[in-house]
C-alpha cells in the first residue's frame, strides 16, 4: 500500500511482528529507516506494543542508543499504551510519564480466569519458561512460554485459532477487562478500555494533534488482534508482514 508524500504527523509502530521478529532485536536497517523517517520529516514516531517497558529496551532502545538528537521525537507506550514514557535527555533518561497499572485484586482475577478457561485439546506445546508475565498494566500468556524459541512459536498458532478459542473462553469469566490476541503465541490482559485504542487516543491529546493526522503500522490488524482497534477507531492504518515488509512501507511514507 502506497501513502506516497503523506504529511502525517505522527507514525505509529507495532513492535513485535511489525519492526521486529517476536522478541527479537530491531535490525540496523530499522532503526536506520525510523531515524531517516524522523529526520526527513521531523515527524514523531510511537511505539506502541503488548510488551513491558523491559522488553522495549532489550529489542528497540539497545539498538536506537546512536540516535541521541531523535530520542525527544520518539514515544514508547508499553502494554498497549497503558504506559508511555518519553525521553528527558541525555542526564535523565527515560522516564514514565503516565501509567494504568492493575491492581492485586484485578490480577487474581485474570489469573483465575486463566486457569478457569477450557484450553482445547491441541494445547500441546511444552513451554519454554513462563507462561504468565505480569507488565503491572497488563497480565500476558504466552502459549510456548516466555523464552519460547522463534521457529517454536511461529509453528504454533499461526492463523490465531488456538488462541481465539482460549481468549473466548477467558471473555467469560472477564466482563471487565480487554482479552486480546498479540504477538506470535500471546493472549494479552488488560483494564476494560485499556487497549491500543485508547494509546493512540492519550497519546494525541498529549501530542495536541488530531486523528487524521496519524497514521499506524501493525501486523494484527483483523478482528481480534491487539492492533485491530486502531483501526476501529478510524485511523489511518497500513498491514505488514513483518520487518521487511515494513521497510517498504516506511519507504512508501517518505516524500519523493
Known amino acids: 500500500m502506497q501513502v506516497k508524500g503523506s504529511l502525517k504527523e505522527l507514525i505509529m ?9 517476536s522478541k527479537s532485536k530491531v535490525t540496523p536497517e530499522i532503526v536506520q529507516a525510523i531515524s531517516d523517517l524522523q529526520g526527513d520529516w521531523e515527524r514523531d514516531v510511537a511505539i506502541i506494543s503488548g510488551c ?12 536506537f542508543h546512536r540516535f541521541e538528537h531523535m530520542k525527544s521525537l520518539l514515544h514508547l507506550m508499553p502494554t498497549c499504551g497503558a504506559q508511555l514514557y518519553e525521553y528527558g535527555g541525555f542526564e535523565s533518561g527515560w522516564y514514565q510519564e ?16 486463566w486457569l ?15 507462561i504468565a508475565e505480569d507488565r503491572g498494566s497488563q497480565i500476558t500468556f504466552s502459549m510456548c512460554g516466555q523464552d519460547a524459541p522463534l521457529e517454536i512459536k511461529k509453528e504454533y498458532d499461526p492463523d490465531t485459532t488456538r488462541r481465539k478459542k482460549i481468549a473466548e473462553s477467558m471473555r467469560r469469566y472477564l466482563p471487565g477487562f480487554e482479552v486480546r490476541i498479540g504477538g506470535t503465541t500471546s493472549i ?6 485499556i487497549d491500543k485504542a485508547f494509546g493512540v487516543l492519550r497519546i494525541i491529546e498529549y501530542l495536541h494533534i488530531d486523528k487524521k493526522d496519524v497514521v499506524f503500522i501493525g501486523d494484527a490488524l483483523f478482528e481480534g488482534g491487539n492492533d485491530y482497534p486502531v483501526k476501529a477507531l478510524g485511523i489511518k492504518c497500513i498491514e505488514t508482514t513483518g520487518p521487511q515488509k515494513t521497510l517498504e512501507i516506511i519507504d512508501s511514507l517518505k516524500d519523493k
Open 98 to 113: 503516565y501509567n494504568n497499572d492493575l491492581v492485586l485484586r484485578e490480577k487474581a482475577a485474570i489469573f483465575n480466569a
Open 13 to 21: 509502530f507495532d513492535l513485535d511482528g511489525t519492526l521486529t521478529e
Open 116 to 130: 478457569s478457561a477450557k484450553i482445547p485439546d491441541d494445547f500441546d506445546c511444552e513451554p519454554y519458561g513462563e
Open 52 to 63: 513491558s517497558y523491559k522488553q522495549f529496551e532489550t529489542q528497540f532502545l539497545s539498538e
Open 188 to 193: 494479552d490482559v488488560t483494564k476494560k478500555g
